[in-house]
């Protein structure tokens, strides 16, 4: 792996500052028609910095984001960093119960965000949260005392650059919780700068690369593998704001994109599409990402001419990639460097190559806990090992494969979407007794969300048909949670302490759609 130039244990801050010094008209963010330099980053991190001083805000203090991606989510997050204030990034799907619960969970004293979540998502959450002090919004707002963040990034003045304890907190990122309630990962700075580093290293990223992503910035992979993997070499970022199959090849030839992270969702899309100059003259040396088909992955490689490098890795701690020069197709790679990777069985044992168990993990990039919730902290955190509830096996050379999850979650686009959450949101219906959600594997989006209903004496799908089932769920969630498929059902089979034995559901059918209305198609 090639060395960085700079220390492995450099903060966001430290590495902007570098940068800016070194490379200072060197182009770091492509952003639709913005090319932003090491310097101008560094003065807009700065003078966010200095703004969040000015309000009050201090050194562990929590503020939220609520945004898209954008040049301004970055100059909110490093300028908090800067500051030694924690970033609390919101999933920009979020409604207001969910976003109510992070901002007084988290005790966020502030919170920016685009203008368009502000009236029906933010404002009503804020009302309920006594710990929010002050809202900014992006574009500016008529609305009385919501404060512009034109105004942070304006001011021309500089903030110390310090390094902060490795161990203190950065940022806390909210995941799907199997309680219902998102739990709140306690991200220190150690935790950046291990990913950064080492991925940047696993990709040997030089600052002639331009790394390209279309993920979010709410999520782990964006801020560790793209934002601040980039940092370390110098390289360029390319931010997009969602993903289009139809103009993806323009926008790669477009940025003149040499890496890109990516989900495995996203290829076939782009395999539905004819071929064009532009994907066949990109300018893509290799991608990095998870859930690629590995059926398919020699197929890609040879249409697009680039190679695809799989990893594994959650929010809670880093995992595996495998290495440039020794990929096994199928493969998540090789624990990262500094980390260790155990496959064990049900009483916590060791399993041997070739058995299958549960994956768990420990290193440099893992993660403090879960913030006020140590109940769940103690089931996750034990020993000095992150047991992940993911399910996989090592060859005899320490590959790993990923064989599912134990948790009671689902995959849907990228997205975990936790079942008793639906459940919960479902059972709220005053005509339904109870429900279950349960996985149903799709090609495109890994998995799709089925709900199993049972209504109340008396009712009918008649009386609670299926699209009122989906109007409701729309107003309590966010809508990549919102069942595709519902069934209805007499009872849920159960076990004696009666808790659902999904796995009945599950196995009732080869596929479970048979027998369901299916959302997009609006008929069963």
Known sequence: MKQSPISKEMQSHELIDYWSKELPEKVYLYYEDEAISFKTLNQRVNSAAWHFQSLGIQKGDRVGIFMVNSPDFLYAWFGLNKIGAVMVPVNTGFLQNETKFILNDAGCRGIICDEKF???????????????????????????????????????????????????????????????????????????????????SYLNLTPDDRLLTILPLFHMNAQTTSAMGSLFFGASLIMLTGFNPATFW???????????????????????????????????????GAQADPKKIPEYEKR?????????????????????????????????????????????????????????????????????????????????????????????????????????????????????EVENAVMEHPKIAEAAAVPVPDPIRDEEVKIYVVLKPGETPETVSPQEIVDWCAQRMAKFKIPRYIEYISSLPKTTTFKVKKIILINEKPDLTVGAWDRFAGKT
């Not at 919004?137 to 512009?148: D, M, Q, W």
């Not at 998102?182 to 990913?195: D, L, N, Q």
């Not at 003149?256 to 300018?283: D, H, R, S």
């Not at 440099?364 to 992150?386: C, D, F, H, Q």
Request: glycine share 10%; net charge negative.
């Open 304 to 420: 697009w001419g680039l190679s695809i490098i799989e990893l594994y890795g959650m929010t809670e701690v880093g995992g595996t990639c495998n290495p440039l020069d020794a990929k096994k197709i199928g493969s998540c790679g090789i624990p990262l460097p500094g980390h260790e990777l155990q496959i064990i069985g049900d009483k916590g044992q060791a399993l041997p190559p070739g058995e299958i168990g549960q994956i768990i993990v420990r290193g440099p990039s893992m993660t403090l806990g879960y913030w006020n919730n140590p109940e769940e902290t103690a089931k996750i955190y034990r020993n000095g090992w992150v047991h992940t509830g993911d399910v996989g096996y090592l060859d005899s050379e320490g590959y790993l494969f990923f064989v599912g999850r134990t948790k009671d979650i689902i995959r849907r686009s990228g997205e975990n979407i936790a079942a008793v």
């Open 250 to 288: 323009q926008l790669i030839n477009r940025y003149k994109a040499t890496i890109f992270n990516y989900l495995g969702l996203m290829f076939p899309f782009l395999e539905m599409m004819p071929v064009t100059p532009e994907e066949q003259n990109n300018p893509v040396r290799f991608v990095a």
């Open 118 to 200: 502000l009236e029906n998502v933010v404002m009503p959450s804020v009302r309920q949260s006594p710990s929010v002090e002050w809202v900014a919004v992006r574009e500016g707002s008529a609305i009385n005392k919501v404060l512009s963040f034109k105004d942070f990034i304006a001011h021309n003045t500089s903030v110390e650059t310090v390094h902060w304890p490795n161990e203190d907190l950065a940022a806390i990122l909210y995941t799907s919780g199997t309680t219902g309630k998102p739990k709140g990962v306690m991200c220190p700075f150690r935790y950046y700068s291990t990913i950064g580093h080492t991925s940047a």
